[in-house]
């Protein structure tokens, strides 16, 4: 820590400030000492004469203060006008000057947040604060300030009114133990600092001051941008830091609160009769003029270490709260030794409170620090008496002493730069002792006596993540019943927190145990797929806030265990209450891509409940033998089913062209989310029960007629004929399909995402086709008829041949061929329209009569 030559704060007085931007903390640069007089004087002033400027109107020197800067030393008093007259007093009939004890005699400026006083009221007081560049002055004994009016009788035009000769035994330091009423941010305020405190850390010395607050005026204040310094006996200066518990703090009207400093101080330091120091950046006179300084009370260095078990109060933001590093458990991995740590914190006080964000960490004896894993402090907030259990863990190597560990929380670094230790606890030494699946130890709590095991510990793959699943039975071994209360988990996997992923699903809906039942619950959160541990801590708590309890814990070395395998043709059972069903791999087959291929798997689910029932909600992810996980999609209904009721499933998933996929297996599991099975349109959030289907993949081959019918299940489609029209000199081709389409009503089903395309290839080779949704564009029934139309140029002078119908299943934009059959093409000639018939002209047969005598 650099100290500076520091400028001397001697300030008696309040000043109105107005609030600024935060300005950042650094030790001040080189310091020289200061003539610090006994702080018992500081109401020198008070007995310093009245001057009268005229009749009915007197001032009075009520502060004066001097800081000390390279740029000159700034020296601002107050003087206090008292008018008893009935009229007015305007402030220019008059004029100070300062004579430093050079002789050097300067007029002065009012600050600028007093240049707007220009006259005092009849029968009243006003307070107005002058400032002056003293240049090299650096002690307030010799300083006069002396008033003058306006005489034009005189060849200067001005006339002395009297002087204030500063006392010798003057100081503005305000006594220890004693409070001083300023201004700030516009409302009167009561400062009082409390404590200094001088801690050693890390090899370095720190002081952290308590200054108190209280908000005397009707607003809130909200903390303004003064710059605080902490002033040895000697006269070096060091600039403080709010610190993180006290930064943007907030005083409300009537409220005291407690605001905390700190700085860096070299080792050599004389922390014997500290001051503090308060100044205020002036941006218009581009100067520090000081606020208010302090002698602080003795220093003292208290002991931060807290013994094991015990507990420790927290200042924060006037709050208390309190600590306890409640339990601590080691178990060995390696070379390492692997701490489990519980903290426990409870807000105190009376309103909430945000937790600093601690930086926390585990200290050795042998002197090294090691890192704690843990991101609880980030952005706790704590009401009235709500407490938490925090989880902590740290690897220690095993060549460390174990039995003296000491578990740090330091406060967060003051503006970037400060670290500052709040407390050390005592970590008690105590191995944790490994559970194994399958394998029962009783267990001892409030709620009473429980044989635990843990049934199983799964790791499958969720999306870019993996998701644990730990099944935990149990089992009440007391002759009373008893009623489990809702559980929360906590797991670690390794050093690694799940934090919030981490779900609690009840197997059962009765919490309510007779002696001997048994319940199960599942531990489920989500880690990094690449995480490699040996080892994983599991916490069920019951309740929350002040109410919050640990309701068991257990630690297992057994985090690979296998998951239930399926033989081909083979089904398994869900046996979740509510959900029970028989499930079996209906068929298997692949679509294949150009750039991807699609697997789709028909799995078969049968209702084995007595009633009508929501179906599991079913997740799943193809894996192949080199332990790669595809997800898959999945289409299931979401409508309840009957007893024995069936309904199909279909799942799929892209996979890449080089991947074999006569060997897959189908990993299948039962949804949950929020802490329960996934409902029926939910979507799963994580999965359990969790088994291994090995798959049969059938690739059938095309059908050769398709008048033997093909399967596009639930469907069926038989294609009884199929005529193909050429009309002579057009360009269409006319087709006409006799069909019949059936649907199995066996199953549920969800959304059908199959077309069938008909696809025509004509004798020129060329292929044209339709794309039809079966049960909209076939019309299910018998003997049913579909025309369509092709066109080609090439048609206009086709005159017969034959055609190929082609029908494929496609599905999510790729296709398998179905079957085809070659029809024979019709063509129809344009008739020729007969020519007309001519008729020979009638002969002219007119009778004529000729005239004559017989």
């Known amino acids: 820590m650099k100290n500076y030559r520091a400028y001397a704060v001697l300030l008696a007085g309040a000043i109105a400030v107005s609030q600024q931007p935060p300005l950042p903390a650094f030790a001040a640069p080189a310091s020289v000492p200061i003539n610090k007089a006994n702080p018992q004087n500081t109401d020198a002033l008070a007995k310093l004469a009245s001057i009268s400027i005229q009749a009915g109107v007197s001032v009075k020197l009520t502060d004066v203060q001097l800081a000390k800067e390279e740029t000159g030393n700034s020296l601002i008093y107050t003087l206090t006008y008292t008018n008893t007259s009935g009229s007015p007093y305007k402030l220019f009939n008059g004029f100070s000057k300062v004579t430093t004890p050079e002789g050097v005699e300067i007029k002065s400026n009012a600050v600028p947040e007093d240049k707007n006083k220009v006259e005092v009221p009849p029968k009243d007081q006003l307070s107005v604060t002058y400032y002056v560049n003293v240049r090299k002055t650096n002690k307030l004994s010799g300083l006069k300030i002396s008033m003058f009016g306006w005489d034009f009788s005189g060849s200067e035009y001005q006339k002395k009114l009297g002087t204030f000769a500063i006392p010798a035994t003057y100081s503005s330091y305000v006594q220890r133990g004693q409070s001083k009423k300023i201004t700030m941010s516009s409302l009167p305020v009561s400062l009082k600092p409390e404590t200094l405190q001088i801690y050693h850390f890390n090899s370095k010395t720190y002081a952290k001051i308590a200054l108190s607050l209280t908000n005397l005026g009707s607003k809130v204040l909200s903390a303004p941008a003064y710059r605080v310094y902490l002033e040895s006996s000697g006269g070096s200066m060091f600039e403080l830091a709010l610190s993180d518990t006290s930064r943007d703090y907030k005083v409300q009207s009537g409220e005291k609160k407690t605001v905390y400093y700190l700085t860096e101080l070299p080792s050599y330091t004389n922390t014997n009769n500290m001051s503090l120091s308060i100044t205020k950046e002036n941006t218009e006179l581009k100067v520090s003029l000081p606020v208010s300084s302090f002698v602080l009370p003795a220093a003292t260095s208290p002991n931060l270490s807290v013994a094991s078990y015990a507990m420790k109060k927290l200042g924060i933001n006037s709050n208390t709260v309190e600590t306890q590093l409640k339990k601590a458990s080691v178990t060995v991995k390696g070379d390492k030794a692997l701490w489990n740590l519980q ?15 601690y930086d926390v960490s585990v200290k050795a004896a042998e002197g090294y620090t090691l890192p704690v894993n843990n991101k609880a402090f980030s952005s706790l907030t704590l009401k009235p008496l709500e407490e938490r259990i925090l989880q902590f863990s740290a690897e220690v190597p095993l060549e460390l002493s174990q039995a003296a560990l000491q578990l740090q929380l330091v406060e967060p670094a003051a503006e970037g730069k400060i670290i500052f230790p709040a407390a050390f606890y005592q970590i008690p030494y105590k191995l944790e002792q490994d559970r194994y699946v399958n394998s029962e ?93 040996e080892q994983i801590k599991i916490e069920l708590t019951s309740g929350s806030g002040d109410t919050a309890e640990a309701f068991l814990a257990l630690n297992t070395r057994q985090v690979a265990a296998a998951v239930p395998a399926v033989d081909q043709g083979k089904s398994f059972h869900i046996e979740t209450p509510g959900k029970r069903a028989e499930i079996k791999e209906r ?136 005529t193909g029209t050429l009309n002579e000199g057009q360009d269409t081709l006319s087709t006409n399909l006799t069909y019949s389409l059936g649907k199995s009503s066996i199953y549920d089903m969800g959304a059908y995402g199959h077309k069938l395309v008909v696809q025509l290839m004509d004798p020129y080779g060329q292929s044209q086709e339709r794309t039809l949704t079966p049960g909209t564009d076939l019309t299910p029934g018998q003997f049913m008829t579909y025309s369509t139309t092709f066109t080609s140029s090439l048609y206009k002078t086709l005159k017969g041949g034959n055609f190929i119908l082609n029908l494929y299943d496609e599905f999510q934009g790729e296709r398998i061929k179905l079957g085809s059959q070659t029809y024979n093409l019709t063509y129809v000639p344009t008739p020729k329209t007969p020519e007309p018939t001519s008729t020979p002209a009638p002969k002219d047969s007119t009778n004529t009569n000729g005239g004559g005598s017989l």
């Open 343 to 357: 903290f426990w914190v409870k807000n105190a006080g009376n309103k909430a409170v945000t937790l600093p964000s």
């Open 441 to 533: 130890y009783i267990l001892d709590n409030s709620y009473g006596t429980f044989g635990i095991n843990l049934d199983s510990i799964e790791r499958m793959p969720w999306s870019a993540e993996d998701v644990v699943v730990a099944k935990v039975r149990i089992r009440n071994t007391k002759a009373s019943t008893v009623t489990l209360p809702s559980l929360t988990g906590t797991m670690r996997a390794g050093t690694y927190d799940l934090g919030s992923s981490v779900q609690v699903v009840a197997a059962d809906s009765d919490p309510t145990l007779t002696s001997g039942e048994s319940a199960s619950y599942y531990v489920i959160g989500k880690i990094p797929y690449e995480l490699s541990f």
């Open 587 to 722: 068929r298997t087959t692949v679509y294949p891509g150009t750039s991807k291929n699609i697997v789709y798997t028909e799995l078969e689910m049968n209702s084995e409940e007595t009633r009508k029932s929501d179906q599991a909600k079913l997740v799943a992810y193809y894996k192949t033998p080199g332990d790669d996980y595809y997800e898959a999609e999945i289409s299931q209904s979401e409508l309840g089913t009957g007893p024995k009721g069936k309904s199909l499933v279909t799942v799929w998933s892209k996979l890449p062209l080089s991947l074999d996929t006569s060997k897959l297996t189908l990993y299948v599991g039962e949804g949950v989310s929020e802490g329960k099975l996934t409902l029926p349109g939910g979507t799963p959030t994580a999965y359990i029960n969790t088994v291994a289907l090995a798959l049969n993949k059938q690739t059938p081959a095309p059908l050769t007629a398709l008048s033997g019918g093909v399967e596009l299940f639930p469907y069926s489609l038989t294609i009884t004929s199929a």
